[in-house]
């Protein structure tokens, strides 16, 4: 089938194909064939990084080298997940204030 057809449209399977779900992307990375590359200074931290990872049903290689800073940023990525910022709504023009005066919000903090 043509590229158009009928009255200009856009074949919409070819469209789909070459702008739609992405099938060739990476592994998500902590998983058995990505693990998380993580490093410690000393056995103590490393126990305790093994314990948080094992908690979060996530694969890690912790290395031991105490000439290093330690380096556990991808875990840090890993656990710390972003979250929505909400606000609470202003009142309107008549509605009470919302600092408790009893005033329309109008004549209190809307000037």
Not at 22 to 34: C, E, S, V
């Given at each position: 089938?043509?590229d ?17 779900f ?13 693990p ?35 380096d ?20 309107n023009r ?16 809307g000037?």
């Open positions: 089938m043509h158009l057809y009928y009255k200009g449209r856009i074949h919409t399977r070819h469209n789909h194909i070459t702008t739609g992405n099938t060739k992307r990476k592994a998500k990375i902590g998983t058995q064939k990505h998380l590359t993580l490093s410690v200074t000393n056995e103590e931290r490393k126990i305790e990084v093994a314990k948080i990872v094992a908690e979060n049903k996530l694969y890690a290689e912790i290395t031991v080298d105490n000439t290093v800073e330690e556990i940023s991808e875990l840090n990525g890993m656990l710390i997940k972003a979250t929505t910022t909400t606000f609470d709504k202003t009142p008549n509605e009470p204030c919302s600092c408790g005066s009893g005033k329309k919000y109008k004549k209190c903090c000037k």
